[in-house]
Structure formats: C-alpha cells, structure tokens
C-alpha cells in the first residue's frame, strides 16, 4: 500500500507560479506512473498531467499544456507539478495519485490518492 502527501498549495494572484509535491511512504514511488488531478467547487475531478514510472513520458491536459511541468524523483519518493502563470480557473484542490498503468487519465484508474492541496488564484 502506498500512502501519498500533496503539499505547496497556497492563496496566490494571477500570474504566479507554485509547485506542488507528492511525497509517497509505503512503498517505491518508482512501482507507479503518477498522475495529478485537480477540483474545483461543484465540479468534477479532471486530470491535470501523468509520468511514468521512469519519468521519461509524460502527458498533460491541454488547458494546462505549456504551463505545467510534472517531474519525479524517485530517490525521494516524490512527484512534483510545476504550475507557472495561474490564472483564476485553475483555483481547485489538487490530488496526486498512483496507478500501475500507463495511459490513464480516468481518475477511476488510479488506486491511491493524497489527501489534496489548495491552490486558490485571485485576480
């Protein structure tokens, strides 16, 4: 079983960037692609990006394409998202999450999930 941490959220304006982090215990990170998700208010969970186990591919939705970069390292059992120029529509709370496919982006498809970090941005 692998238990996930999603840290780096935060109140920030438009415009800004953050980084966010996956620390993963249980097990080696490096089983698992990894992807992040994101929610906002009274919407469903929508992908945001996944790795693979390696970290050599990696795919993102294209409202965020350009804009994010997912990287890993797998000697610190840990995944990070690179969110630069935030804009108000990617306010939501942000998940990471383990799967042992590749090619996922049904949040369906992911067996385990961090308990979220806020990322809220103001105009």
């Known amino acids: 079983q692998v238990q996930l941490v999603g840290s780096g959220g935060g109140l920030v304006q438009a415009g800004d960037s953050l980084r966010l982090s996956c620390a993963a215990s249980?097990?080696?990170?490096?089983?698992?692609?990894v992807g992040w998700f994101r929610q906002a208010p009274g919407k469903e969970r929508e992908f945001v990006a996944r790795?693979?186990?390696?970290?050599?591919?990696?795919y993102y939705q294209d409202s965020v394409k350009g804009r994010c970069t997912i990287s890993r390292d797998n000697a610190q059992n840990t995944v990070y998202l690179q969110i630069d120029r935030l804009n108000t529509e990617d306010t939501a709370v942000y998940y990471c999450?383990?799967?042992?496919?590749?090619?996922?982006?049904?949040?369906?498809?992911?067996?385990?999930w961090g308990q979220g970090t806020q990322v809220t941005v103001t105009s």
């Open positions: 790795i693979s186990t390696s970290g050599s591919s990696t």
């Open positions: 249980g097990r080696a990170l490096s089983e698992y692609s």
């Open positions: 999450a383990t799967t042992k496919w590749w090619g996922i982006i049904s949040p369906h498809g992911y067996d385990y």
